[in-house]
């Protein structure tokens, strides 16, 4: 056991980086676009920096697997990435008909969710085996199991409700913070997905560096989305309670993470010393 990142893993995620920047700049500062420029029409532009946002994580969690790396790093953020591209795929030919046939972006995005589930997987499977079962080479520490018990929870959380605007995206409609349809509905679920699958993972693995890095991942993304929400804050409708409930829910989550963060990376120099 090496704890290699294999260098098939790594040519997938150099594959997807691309791919993510050109949704980034589409769907984030060119939101009020998706009618001409997206694959899809996403209304509220809210919708769209949302995905945005999730691609921007998405982001920095690639390039810390095309890198030079360690493969427990960044291992426990592939089944996110796999399930999130797979409810995707499904979620576009559910709505086939909502997408814009023959643009240049369609073909892109079909392209990308019919293979990326299974590139993903495929890395998956080349790197099984890799991970020692315990930080190789570098300092580390271990987050307490209490700690990892109550982020699992809340991860556990995110991914039920996740699957249920998935599986219902009535349920959403009908109470999200801003308008959705059914498809966007599946699309805000499958990126509540993210951090639960994520976080699950803390269960089996007290390691601060199989995680530190995907934090990192998150940490932006919500970073984007908290952004997103002050510049689109008149999309919201704040007669739902789950307009603000939403807002101080991620805000609250950024804090935490961001104080775990750093609590954690305190404890890590400190071990080096």
């Not at 290699?4 to 997938?12: A, G, K, L, Q, S």
């Not at 979620?91 to 892109?108: E, K, M, N």
């Not at 499958?190 to 951090?195: M, N, S, V």
């Not at 998150?218 to 908290?226: E, M, T």
Request: charge should be positive; glycine fraction near 6%; aromatic fraction near 12%.
């Amino acid at each position: 056991m090496t704890d290699r990142v294999h260098p098939f893993t790594r040519v997938v995620g150099a594959i997807i980086i691309p791919f993510l920047v050109a949704a980034v700049v589409l769907l984030y500062p060119l939101a009020d676009t998706t009618d001409k420029l997206f694959a899809w029409t996403i209304r509220p532009p809210i919708t769209a920096m949302l995905l945005g946002s999730a691609y921007v994580g998405g982001i920095v969690f690639f390039v810390h697997v095309v890198r030079p790396n360690r493969w427990h790093a960044v291992r426990h953020g592939f089944p996110a990435v796999l399930l999130f591209a797979t409810l995707l795929a499904v979620a576009t030919f559910l709505h086939w008909d909502r997408f814009h046939f023959g643009h240049l972006s369609f073909i892109v995005w079909v392209t990308l969710y019919v293979t990326t589930p299974f590139l993903v997987l495929a890395a998956m499977i080349v790197n099984r085996g890799e991970d020692p079962g315990r930080a190789v080479a570098e300092p580390d520490t271990t987050l307490p199991r209490w700690l990892r018990i109550l982020l699992a929870l809340i991860g556990l959380c995110s991914l039920v409700v996740g699957l249920v605007l998935f599986v219902a995206p009535q349920l959403a409609i009908s109470m999200w913070a801003w308008p959705l349809t059914p498809l966007t509905a599946r699309v805000c679920g499958a990126i509540l997905t993210l951090p639960g699958m994520v976080n699950v993972w803390m269960l089996g693995d007290a390691r601060w560096s199989a995680f530190r890095q995907i934090f990192q991942a998150q940490l932006v993304s919500l970073a984007a989305i908290l952004l997103a929400l002050l510049l689109r804050g008149g999309e919201l409708l704040w007669s739902r309670p789950s307009a603000p409930l939403l807002v101080c829910g991620l805000a609250g989550a950024f804090v935490v993470y961001l104080a775990l963060y750093v609590w954690a990376e305190r404890r890590r120099v400190t071990a080096a010393r």
